[in-house]
């Protein structure tokens, strides 16, 4: 019966990898707002609005799904995404002060890396609604 489990987890997980690469493709809307934003202007500041208004979306995004991973987690495993969260968080320090020594370092285009910045934090959104997705799909297999 264990074997069973293992072979069924690893190939639910497989699905699921499958799924989640098919949940790339499709656009997040708030990266469809983004792109809406950008399209509605080609001045720089509006521009770099654009970015802002992205970036604290994400911010509110990971936050909300940082809960319901939680929440679908068991109590003994808090600690593990704690964990991966708070070294998330150094990658994501350690990332911004590059970016932000690349630009002091000469002249270059402050909303390229806004972008990067920007794409850092959905990116994490992203991978977090996976493992959300992930366990949701083992919870209704149970």
Known sequence: MKTFKIIFSLIAF????LSMAD??????????KYEACLEKT???PAMMNCVEIANSEWQKEMSSIYGKLQSRLQPKD?????????????????EFALYNA?????????????EKKM???GNRAKELQNFSDYLLLTETEK
């Open 14 to 17: 497989g699905l699921t990898s």
């Open 23 to 32: 949940i790339e493709t499709v656009p997040h809307p708030i990266d469809l």
């Open 42 to 44: 080609t001045d720089y």
């Open 78 to 94: 808090h600690s593990t995404l704690e964990k991966a969260q708070k070294a998330w968080q150094a990658y994501h320090d350690a």
């Open 102 to 114: 690349l630009q002091a370092s000469e002249e270059v285009d402050a909303f390229m890396f806004a």
């Open 119 to 121: 794409r850092v934090l």
